[in-house]
């Protein structure tokens, strides 16, 4: 073989053989079908607010149909279910033995607001949060050890969260009297409960559709706020979670180091708030035509009275969309795990975690 100046050109121009096409990098067993960098500050497309927002927006939606991809993650995503409808039915307790239980309201005065606090909603809070942090936890543990060369069933899962628990604990025991407070506060001060009230009556109100106990569609209302503050909590306090399942870090060590990890993150963070936000306000314009379907139809209220007319429909579309956001819930809680596990590998490998194409040979296409 004669390596004159034509010769060269000929080896490095077209032949597939040439040797110096061969001196790439070493590829692993399993590649991601899309390697990103972590877009940390100084890291990844220059640190750029923009790319890491796009980045965030893409690890949220990897997130929620990952949600359908992975059977153990449908476990997971009833397992979430399930600690909702609990609270329901604790909500539903609440509500009829309240009178009953008057020992174990405390009233609270500051200046002119007076807060009466049902001292029994503080344990069902906690277990509902317990559940949820415990699950959450479990969640992390799973996604974390996925592409593991050991990796873990969903019963390996929660056992590693085992060791976890008190500190888990903990975070739920903060959470619950935070939001035993706040629900008196967002629910009887004139301030908030204006607002409320006036999202209620906007969004989703029609007194001639429920044809359920009282009970029933206060317990859905009171669940529901319960929820948002329970919403609002997990997404202070999540990032938090990671630290304690991976670094066995103190509860104190775990929400410091989480404060850090969000003001590093905050650009994908965002990104994925701007996906949530999006999927929000869908739901909430289908809320929207529900629950001004009154005035839409006139205030026509025999079509919701009569089953010849309405009534049977507005039942479906009523309990229907209730229950439709109920599983919107129970799946953006898992995929809320899933993004933080994926988030917390990103900002800790640089790169987002493997996910490669069922049937396709990614090592081989990334090698070519």
């Not at 899309?34 to 100084?42: L, N, Y």
């Not at 990897?62 to 949600?67: I, L, M, Q």
């Not at 407070?181 to 906007?202: H, N, S």
């Not at 809680?333 to 917390?344: E, M």
Request: hydrophobic share 55%.
């Amino acid at each position: 073989m004669t390596h004159d100046s034509n010769g060269i050109h000929g080896w490095l121009g077209w032949c597939p053989h040439a040797p110096v096409m061969h001196t790439a990098q070493a590829v692993p067993p399993v590649a991601p079908a899309a390697t990103r960098q972590a877009a940390g500050p100084g890291s990844g497309s220059g640190g750029a607010a923009p790319g890491r927002i796009r980045e965030g927006i893409a690890l949220a939606a990897d997130s929620v149909t990952s949600v359908f991809r992975d059977r153990g993650l449908l476990v997971f995503m009833a397992l979430f279910g399930i600690a909702i409808l609990a609270l329901v039915a604790g909500e539903a307790y609440l509500l009829v033995h309240t009178e009953v239980d008057a020992p174990f309201l405390v009233t609270l005065q500051a200046g002119s607001v007076t807060l009466i606090l049902n001292c029994l909603l503080f344990p069902f809070q906690l277990i509902f949060l317990s559940a949820l942090t415990i699950i959450f936890a479990a969640l992390i543990q799973y996604r974390l050890r996925e592409n593991s060369p050991a990796p873990l069933t969903i019963r390996e899962s929660f056992a590693a969260t085992g060791p976890h628990v008190l500190t888990l604990e903990f975070l739920a025991v903060l959470m619950s009297l935070a939001g035993t407070f706040l629900f008196a506060v967002f629910t009887q001060t004139q301030f908030f409960g204006k607002i409320i009230f006036g999202i209620d009556m906007t969004l989703f109100y029609l007194p001639y559709a429920y044809y359920f106990p009282d009970q029933f569609t206060m317990a859905i209302w009171f669940s529901a706020h319960l929820v948002v503050i329970a919403a609002i909590e997990f997404l202070i306090v999540i990032c938090a979670v990671p630290f304690i399942v991976r670094k066995d870090a103190g509860l104190v060590t775990a929400l410091a180091a989480s404060f850090r990890f969000m003001k590093r993150m905050w650009a994908e963070i965002l990104g994925g708030l701007l996906l949530c936000g999006a999927v929000i306000l869908v739901t909430t314009v289908v809320a929207l035509v529900i629950g001004q379907s009154p005035l839409l139809l006139n205030h026509d209220y025999d079509f919701f009275l009569q089953a010849s007319r309405g009534k049977i429909l507005m039942m479906a579309a009523c309990y229907g969309f209730v229950f439709a956001c109920g599983v919107l819930l129970a799946a953006g809680l898992a995929a809320l795990g899933i993004a933080v596990a994926d988030l917390n590998t990103l900002a800790t490998t640089g790169q987002v975690r493997a996910q490669p194409d069922a049937g396709k040979n990614t090592a081989a296409e990334v090698a070519q």
